[in-house]
């Protein structure tokens, strides 16, 4: 069991890279993570670029807490999780199970609907060259394991349906929801209480992966003003998710808001932390430095261990 508290001499590995369509963002991500310990005073950080001999890197540095700076496939379901718990590190982020689950848009979607947060009306559908939209245009055709709004499609024609269809795998699981139209709001949950949420203007269409790592003209409102009541709610909705899942660390649980009503799109449970990235926004708001930010999961999941 490791009792160790924080301090400058703490040997800490930060984990980038990795081996998913999100390495960039990552090592983007992992890059500033290591930059703001090194600044901060801590002398001993390592930056760990994430491949098939991860194990091997790890014990030789033997570290006494590794900073999950990894997205998508590999870092953020479940697997590096595995490997950490086998290994015996402490690490950042939430566990196996949270990070298997929440990754999955099918099986959190389940557990959200279980939980009673509201959703989007959806439908699991298995991609076929003949396969007919299930709901009237404008419809989300979702990839349920892809991370930075990769796989995602907003559909408005039976034509951009076709071709669509046309262009992915074939006999794989997607999922299809009717289109919610509305402000899309994101809340950041840390240490188990609500941090804050910010409103994305995204400069494309929706907040897909140009929107949020090359634009420069998407735009980001801290404590955005919408209806109390739906805040009281999608609030509410993050905590029961994160608790529900068993997250540690930071989630940010995003969704779309009408004036009435909102839908829940997804958790994520190791949430960007790039130059462009929502939580490190909210944290800022709220008096809480990059480094400090960094800090208070390093510091959970030494407490945790």
């Given at each position: 069991?490791?009792?160790?508290?924080?301090?400058?001499?703490?040997?800490?590995?930060v984990?980038?890279?990795?081996?998913?369509?999100?390495?960039?963002?990552?090592?983007?991500?992992?890059?500033?993570?290591?930059?703001?310990?090194?600044?901060?005073?801590?002398?001993?950080?390592?930056?760990?670029?994430?491949?098939?001999?991860?194990?091997?890197?790890?014990?030789?540095?033997?570290?006494?807490?590794?900073?999950?700076?990894?997205?998508?496939?590999?870092?953020?379901?479940?697997?590096?999780?595995?490997?950490?718990?086998m290994?015996?590190?402490?690490?950042?982020?939430?566990?196996?199970?949270a990070?298997?689950?929440?990754?999955?848009?099918?099986?959190?979607?389940?557990?959200?609907?279980?939980?009673?947060?509201?959703?989007?009306?959806?439908?699991?559908?298995?991609?076929?060259?003949?396969?007919?939209?299930?709901?009237?245009?404008?419809?989300?055709?979702?990839?349920?394991?892809?991370?930075?709004?990769?796989?995602?499609?907003?559909?408005?024609?039976?034509?951009?349906?076709?071709?669509?269809?046309?262009?992915?795998?074939?006999?794989?699981?997607?999922?299809?929801?009717?289109?919610?139209?509305?402000?899309?709001?994101?809340v950041?949950?840390?240490?188990?209480?609500?941090?804050?949420?910010?409103?994305?203007?995204?400069?494309?269409?929706?907040?897909?992966?140009?929107?949020?790592?090359?634009?420069?003209?998407?735009?980001y409102?801290?404590?955005?003003?919408?209806s109390?009541?739906?805040?009281?709610?999608i609030?509410q909705?993050?905590?029961?998710?994160?608790?529900?899942?068993?997250?540690?660390?930071?989630t940010?649980?995003?969704?779309?808001?009408?004036?009435?009503?909102?839908?829940?799109l997804?958790?994520?449970?190791?949430?960007?932390?790039?130059?462009?990235?929502?939580?490190?926004?909210?944290?800022?708001?709220?008096?809480?430095?990059?480094?400090?930010?960094?800090?208070?999961?390093?510091?959970?999941?030494?407490?945790?261990?």
């Amino acid at each position: 069991m490791n009792n160790k508290k924080l301090d400058k001499e703490t040997k800490i590995a930060v984990l980038a890279g990795g081996m998913s369509e999100e390495r960039e963002v990552s090592l983007e991500s992992g890059g500033m993570i290591r930059d703001a310990l090194v600044n901060g005073g801590y002398r001993k950080v390592s930056f760990v670029d994430a491949g098939f001999d991860l194990d091997k890197k790890l014990r030789e540095l033997s570290p006494d807490v590794v900073v999950n700076g990894l997205h998508g496939t590999y870092g953020e379901d479940g697997i590096v999780q595995g490997l950490l718990e086998m290994l015996r590190i402490p690490y950042t982020g939430s566990g196996v199970t949270a990070s298997a689950v929440g990754m999955d848009k099918i099986i959190s979607r389940a557990i959200m609907k279980d939980a009673g947060i509201k959703m989007a009306e959806g439908l699991v559908l298995k991609i076929k060259d003949d396969l007919l939209p299930p709901f009237d245009f404008p419809l989300v055709l979702k990839d349920p394991v892809n991370g930075s709004s990769k796989g995602v499609y907003i559909i408005k024609s039976l034509e951009e349906w076709n071709s669509t269809v046309k262009t992915l795998k074939k006999d794989v699981l997607f999922l299809c929801e009717k289109y919610f139209k509305g402000r899309e709001i994101n809340v950041a949950v840390l240490g188990g209480e609500v941090l804050g949420d910010v409103e994305i203007i995204p400069a494309n269409e929706f907040y897909d992966y140009e929107s949020k790592y090359l634009s420069d003209k998407t735009k980001y409102i801290v404590d955005p003003d919408y209806s109390e009541d739906i805040a009281r709610e999608i609030w509410q909705a993050s905590l029961r998710i994160h608790s529900i899942l068993g997250c540690k660390g930071v989630t940010r649980s995003d969704f779309m808001v009408s004036d009435t009503d909102y839908v829940m799109l997804e958790i994520n449970t190791l949430p960007g932390m790039t130059s462009h990235s929502l939580v490190p926004m909210i944290a800022e708001k709220r008096g809480i430095s990059y480094l400090r930010l960094v800090e208070m999961v390093i510091e959970e999941a030494l407490r945790d261990e």
